[in-house]
């Protein structure tokens, strides 16, 4: 238990579909974060919230919408997606943005785009 | 262009012998580094942390071998177990840039009983 819960585990939907991804971290930590790892590829930075604001979007294409409402929760809202987007989401926590920070991750959502 | 490459995509050991995986970067402005392992349905837990000052640093089975002249890192575990069985992920970001890590591909190692 990281202290980072991801809901929910595994998503299923059509290219047609509105879902979203639910991240909720227990740590106190300031900083919230979604990665991308498609199979056999390092894990991609997607976004990084620091208190609520969004400080960094890795050139993500709009059908993904990130939303921070507090420090604790942290939403990825999906729309219109392609068969190549399949792949785990993991959101992840830190106390700050500073240097050296360790990332809590979360297990993650098992996306598949039909 | 992948600025931190792990290119061992798998490593196979025994229990009790030695376990290194192998971490190469390309960006100078890299500072810190790290290990994550990653269990199957469960997100990447940190291991292990070397800052560029440092050339070693030891953590009970576990050691992280920084050489910069090279830009490269290794992770050492030994004696290795099976329940070290896992993918190893190796990261790094530069201080001025926060806590954007940047990963490696990952490497899957398992130690055969």
């Known amino acids: 238990e990281t202290g980072v819960t991801q809901t929910p585990r595994h998503l299923v939907m059509g290219m047609t579909n509105k879902k979203s991804l639910k991240c909720e971290q227990h740590?106190?930590?300031?900083?919230m974060y979604w990665y991308k790892q498609s199979a056999k590829k390092p894990l991609e930075l997607m976004f990084v919230?620091?208190?609520?604001?969004?400080?960094e979007n890795n050139s993500v294409p709009s059908r993904f919408s990130p939303e921070c409402p507090n420090s604790s929760h942290l939403f990825l809202h999906l729309h219109t997606l392609q068969p190549e987007d399949s792949a785990l989401y993991l959101c992840a926590s830190s106390q700050n943005i500073k240097g050296r920070e360790k990332l809590f991750f979360g297990s993650g959502t098992q996306l598949s785009v039909l | 262009d992948q600025q931190v490459k792990q290119n061992s995509p798998s490593l196979s050991v025994q229990e009790g012998r030695i376990s290194i995986l192998n971490c190469d970067y390309t960006?100078?402005?890299?500072?810190?580094f790290l290990w994550y392992k990653k269990y199957p349905a469960e997100g990447p837990t940190f291991l292990i942390s070397i800052s560029s000052i440092k050339d070693k640093n030891e953590d009970g089975r576990f050691t992280v071998f920084l050489n910069k002249s090279a830009k490269h890192l290794s992770l050492h575990i030994v004696p290795s177990q099976p329940g070290d069985s896992a993918v190893y992920f190796c990261?790094?970001?530069?201080?001025?840039?926060?806590?954007?890590?940047?990963f490696g591909e990952g490497t899957q190692l398992t130690v055969n009983p």
């Open positions: 740590l106190g930590h300031n900083a």
């Open positions: 990261a790094a970001s530069p201080e001025t840039s926060g806590s954007r890590l940047t």
């Open positions: 960006n100078s402005m890299f500072d810190y």
């Open positions: 919230y620091n208190f609520k604001e969004q400080t």
